[in-house]
């Protein structure tokens, strides 16, 4: 590893440790930052998420190679780590280091984005079922208990099994829209509660219309649970897309993912661990980061530990 890329992943590092020291300052005080930070836990799923993102964004400066650059296919085939290459290399010489660094952008952005799209579908599913009702609601519901019913995988290997090669926005957006039925039950047991709330009616005696207050009143209100929800399904979302990887229906090669690399270092298992190791536990240490920190943001956003 050369200077400029030790010197930008201890960038990383201190943003890391300023961004968790300014969260805890300014949210400390409050009470839902107590709860927060009550979790041991969550401080370091913060900083390990923060981190990632920091070295995911600087990867240019972070990694010392190109992801697919074959370095000396003969010479440097399946190093172990070493000072030049801290995490060694793999079966075609491209520097580990530098294919999990580039990885961590693959990785982490189908997560966000997938689970953006179901968020936002799931979102607007529940608010509408429970705001409207009557036949809209159940045909909105059954069609819910149909997806929560057939496995996920099941539903993306039929729509992959459409294309000989899935571009990665669209790999996208199959994860996303098949992970929103959750998200819609969570967000229509919220609505139910608030369509009956006096501001919901002050509101529909103004004049405003249904999609003005699910919109503009009813989805702001709901805010919190859909947050942890969101977090907490993303580790969910990048496990997926490397399982996916891993059969080679994910990412396609040279692309580095976490889960195409564990692929690629299967056959070396023996002879070669760094090749699946560092990619499975950069993939475990997200997961478990964003585990924790959807944990601490639910207690956080309690209402019933509102005076905690």
Known sequence: MNARAAFALLGAVLLALFVVGEVRRRAGPSAAGRRFFRHPPAAWGMFILTFFVAVALAAPWVAPYGPSITLEIVALKNQPPSLLHPLGTDLYSRDVWSRLVYGSRVSLSIGALAMLVAVTVGAVVGAVAGY?????DTALMRLVDVGLAVPRIFLLLMAIALWEHLPLALLVLLIG???????????RAEVL?????????????????GPRIIFRHVLPNVAAPIIVSAALGIGNVMLLEAGLSFLGLGVPPPMPSWGNMIADG????????WTTVFPGVAIALVVMALNAVGDALRDAFDPRRATA
């Open 132 to 136: 409207v009702r009557r036949w809209v």
């Open 177 to 187: 829209l098949t992970g929103w039925f959750g998200t819609s039950r969570l967000v």
């Open 193 to 209: 509660t608030l369509r009956e709330r006096d501001f919901v009616a002050a509101a529909r005696a103004a004049g405003a219309g």
């Open 266 to 273: 299967a056959a070396q298992l023996a002879t070669a661990p």
